[in-house]
């Protein structure tokens, strides 16, 4: 079935870890997208791929990167976690072409202790 | 910088009653407007989209929304909501014009049925 994954679905951790959330996509998307969500606050772009070996910065700045070495595989890493991290990150993807849709993940909820 | 408003933070509703969830965009070039709903611990699902033609909108469940480029707006609106409607609700736009990554999103919209 065609669909976007995300792991872990939640994870907690400390201060200075290294982490790297995954997402992947069966639906054979160029473009993924990852975004950071905090309550009651709209998403914000961090990171998209206009496909292998295409990545860019989205409109919030964020101490993360990404890498896309295959299509369907997106992860997005944080070199040394901080509490300032903690939020709900969702990775989506669509397919060329501006008129399409977003497809999203479950999301990843990080708490940063 | 084009912005999307969500003019709701909440919006309590008794069950079978009609709702209405209102998006107000900032720009009245051409638009692509998109409504999506989130439940719980999930992602976001696409309600419904407008590209081009018919000002009205139907997607799942039930909704549908009215393109009004005059008033800027995408409002949100169902006839009779169920308890299984419970959720946020987001409205997003792409302008034509910007980057075709560049999907703005409103602050989202809470919709709480009551039985």
């Known amino acids: 079935e065609a669909d976007i994954y995300q792991t872990p679905r939640y994870l907690v951790i400390g201060t200075g870890k290294k982490i790297t959330l995954e997402c992947s996509q069966t639906?054979?998307?160029?473009?993924m997208y990852w975004y950071q969500q905090d309550p009651g606050m709209e998403l914000h772009l961090i990171h998209y791929?206009?496909?292998?070996?295409?990545?860019e910065k989205g409109d919030l700045s964020s101490e993360s990167t990404v890498s896309r070495i295959r299509t369907e595989h997106f992860p997005l890493t944080l070199e040394s976690a901080r509490p300032s991290h903690t939020s709900q990150y969702l990775c989506?993807?669509?397919?060329?072409?501006?008129?399409?849709?977003?497809?999203f993940g479950p999301g990843t909820r990080l708490t940063v202790l | 910088a084009q912005s999307v408003t969500q003019l709701d933070s909440q919006v309590p509703v008794f069950e079978e009653a009609p709702v209405e969830l209102r998006c107000n965009y900032s720009?009245?070039?051409?638009?692509?407007l998109f409504w999506y709903v989130q439940y719980p611990n999930q992602g976001l699902q696409l309600l419904l989209k407008?590209?081009?033609?018919?000002?009205l909108v139907k997607g799942i469940n039930g909704f549908e929304a009215e393109f009004n480029k005059s008033q800027t707006s995408f409002h949100l609106r169902k006839p009779s909501v169920h308890i299984s409607d419970t959720a946020e609700y987001f409205c997003?736009?792409?302008?034509?014009?910007?980057?075709?990554?560049?999907?703005?999103f409103g602050k989202g919209t809470k919709l709480s049925v009551i039985p």
């Open positions: 989506a993807s669509s397919e060329s072409g501006g008129r399409n849709e977003q497809f």
């Open positions: 639906m054979g998307h160029d473009k």
């Open positions: 791929s206009y496909g292998v070996n295409s990545t």
């Open positions: 720009s009245s070039v051409s638009v692509y």
């Open positions: 407008y590209l081009s033609g018919s000002t």
């Open positions: 997003a736009v792409k302008w034509s014009g910007a980057g075709s990554y560049q999907l703005t």
